[in-house]
């Protein structure tokens, strides 16, 4: 049984960072893409960032480019996301994300969880 659980959110002002994590149990095995995805208010929910554990490789929204860096610690089963030069336009809930499939996310993104709140103001 996967689960996967985020801390780290809050409130920070325009310019500041933050750094998000997800710590993922019952995951037994490290081929899988995993990531993150965000739910402004009033918005879809959109991909932020995807790492694919397998390689290594990365993948960023236009909008985050620059600013947010997606990493990973195999051992402690832990994802971040450093946020840095946050933008009111970055205020959402994000979660994080498995792959449904190993080595790809072509079959989408099954798994998520209960996300937590950034605010930029």
């Known amino acids: 049984h996967v689960q996967l659980v985020e801390s780290g959110g809050g409130s920070v002002q325009a310019g500041g960072s933050l750094n998000v994590s997800c710590v993922a149990s019952?995951?037994?095995?490290?081929?899988?893409?995993i990531g993150w995805f965000r739910q402004g208010p009033g918005n879809e929910r959109e991909e932020v960032a995807i790492?694919?554990?397998?390689?290594?490789?990365?993948r960023y929204a236009d909008s985050v480019k620059g600013r947010f860096t997606i990493s990973k610690d195999n051992a402690k089963n832990t994802l971040y996301l450093q946020m840095n030069s946050l933008k009111p336009e970055d205020t959402a809930v994000y979660y994080c994300?498995?792959?449904?499939?190993?080595?790809?996310?072509?079959?989408?993104?099954?798994?998520w969880g209960q996300g937590t709140q950034v605010t930029v103001s």
């Open positions: 994300v498995r792959s449904n499939s190993e080595y790809s996310d072509n079959d989408g993104f099954g798994y």
């Open positions: 019952g995951v037994t095995r490290n081929q899988y893409c």
């Open positions: 790492i694919y554990t397998y390689g290594g490789s990365t």
